[in-house]
């Protein structure tokens, strides 16, 4: 955290909050989310050195320039499905100098081109896992995701994969992020 400049991931009109613990609005109805969520999320995902990560939902690019410090910026591949968000993530890494893979599509199907991860981790709410997440994680692996039957309200999971077809889930904390919209998670309103 220290390590990464988080006003440089907000737009200018609300970079005097950056450091508040809440999230903030980066535009077409997204938000960057409270620095302790993204702590909490990432202590989820003990991620190691080298260990490669799927995020889905590049935003702002905050989140995955903080997974790029922990795993190294080659073991990241981040999804954006917005076309008007995409390029901000994507500058903002550039500028912060981090080089990560960013791809635009549907991220409840995953990127199945560069599975299997160690991690899938969400910043965006989903109604449940994605059936392409489960398929695209390591036996060993994780998934890091707020989940919850309202677009307003989830808990976040903690899915281990511990067998081909047997996973160990545990709910954590409350949370509300934006919605997880695509073919596996919420419709386009």
């Not at 912060?96 to 965006?124: K, M």
């Amino acid at each position: 955290f220290l390590r990464v400049p988080r006003e440089r991931f907000v737009p200018e009109d609300v970079r005097t909050s950056a450091y508040e613990d809440v999230p903030l609005p980066i535009g077409h109805g997204q938000t960057i989310s409270a620095p302790s969520m993204i702590a909490i999320m990432l202590e989820e995902a003990a991620l190691t050195r080298g260990e490669k990560v799927l995020e889905v939902g590049t935003g702002s690019g905050y989140t995955t320039a903080l997974l790029a410090e922990i795993t190294g910026p080659e073991s990241i591949v981040s999804i954006e499905r917005l076309l008007e968000l995409e390029p901000f993530g994507r500058e903002n890494l550039h500028a912060a100098g981090y080089e990560v893979r960013i791809v635009r599509g549907d991220g409840t199907l995953g990127f199945p081109q560069e599975a299997p991860y160690d991690c899938i981790l969400a910043t965006a709410g989903a109604p449940k896992i994605p059936k392409a997440w489960k398929e695209q994680t390591k036996v060993g692996g994780r998934i890091i995701a707020p989940v919850g039957r309202s677009r307003l309200s989830q808990v976040l999971v903690t899915a281990r994969r511990v067998g081909p077809e047997k996973w160990e889930i545990t709910e954590g904390t409350p949370c509300a992020f934006v919605p997880l919209v695509g073919e596996q998670g919420w419709r386009r309103e």
